[in-house]
């Protein structure tokens, strides 16, 4: 705790010593409310504090002598304090790419901020531009006003088994590889659900009011954040709803198949999507997750001889 102290103090220090030049360390000490063997202390970080280079025009200058012998503060070349600090392309580009997403998501600050930025980039070769798969724009307005009310709504969306309505209580929109998700509570199975949000043709508010329910973070996938991870999984068509359910890292065709990468929270959950999937799966890049897979479906299959030959 103390290092984060010290930092915090030597943020608001060296504006008040530029201020108040010759300021005895007694007198500094005061103001801060620490002993003055802490200003002191923190006055031999100063010195090696400043721009980035580490060069001695980037430094401040604290006249460390003057303090330890006389008591008073002299610090100098403090004026790059007034610089006005400015953005490297690749910070430009991940805050240009995380205010679309808010936009997209109905954030009208985010909106603004993104234009003025974008305005500041230019329209040269090196402009940014930015695309998110976000849906119908009444569609994610009803969601964005029934997930502030808590209300729940009916939606209409394009699943793997075709099109279909079902009731779901709204919890979150969030982006993931360029594409909008709807995270709710699906009543029907009783369990959290992830919908993209480009195939959610219609959304109906209700006049009923979403319930309790915890695990949101885990059944939804946003524990595959920090997932170190990856399997490739080459799929028929049948299994192409893999790209609009779960986070992926990246997706190609391959003649009439995909090929799919994703981030795998754990080698049972990997070994359960592909026994789920089944004969949709023509390739896996692990071998040791295929195999294990394969041994899972032997010993199922075994087990049903089995109990067809016992009755």
């Not at 002993?35 to 006249?63: H, N, S």
């Not at 100098?76 to 998501?105: I, K, Q, S």
Request: aromatic share 6%; glycine share 8%; proline share 4%.
């Amino acid at each position: 705790m103390r290092s984060f102290d010290q930092v915090g103090r030597l943020l608001k220090l060296v504006p008040y010593l530029s201020g108040h030049p010759g300021i005895t360390i007694q007198e500094t000490a005061t103001a801060f409310g620490v002993a003055p063997a802490t200003i002191l202390k923190d006055l031999q970080v100063l010195q090696f504090c400043g721009l980035p280079g580490g060069l001695p025009d980037d430094l401040f200058e604290v006249d460390i002598d003057a303090a330890r012998e006389d008591g008073e503060i002299w610090v100098g070349n403090t004026e790059v304090l007034a610089r006005p600090m400015t953005l490297r392309a690749d910070e430009a580009t991940t805050l240009l790419v995380a205010l679309r997403a808010l936009d997209e998501l109905g954030s009208k600050a985010a909106a603004t901020a993104a234009a003025k930025l974008s305005s500041a980039l230019g329209k040269g070769p090196e402009a940014i531009e930015v695309t998110v798969t976000s849906g119908d724009a009444r569609v994610r307005a009803n969601l964005v006003t029934a997930i502030e009310e808590r209300r729940v709504v009916i939606i209409t969306h394009r699943g793997r088994e075709g099109i279909g309505s079902v009731a779901v209580e709204p919890a979150r929109l969030r982006v993931s590889d360029g594409a909008t998700y709807l995270d709710a509570w699906s009543r029907p199975r009783a369990a959290w659900r992830s919908f993209r949000l480009d195939r959610i043709t219609a959304c109906e508010p209700t006049n009923e009011c979403c319930g309790e329910h915890s695990g949101l973070d885990q059944a939804t996938g946003q524990w595959f954040a920090d997932a170190t991870t990856q399997l490739t999984l080459q799929v028929t068509e049948a299994a192409a709803w893999l790209r609009d359910h779960y986070p992926i890292s990246g997706v190609e065709s391959v003649g009439d198949e995909l090929r799919i990468t994703l981030p795998i929270g754990s080698r049972d959950w990997a070994i359960a999507l592909l026994l789920r999937l089944g004969s949709a799966v023509t390739f896996v890049a692990d071998i040791q997750i295929a195999d294990a897979a394969a041994a899972e479906a032997r010993a199922a299959l075994a087990h049903y001889t089995q109990s067809g030959t016992s009755s």
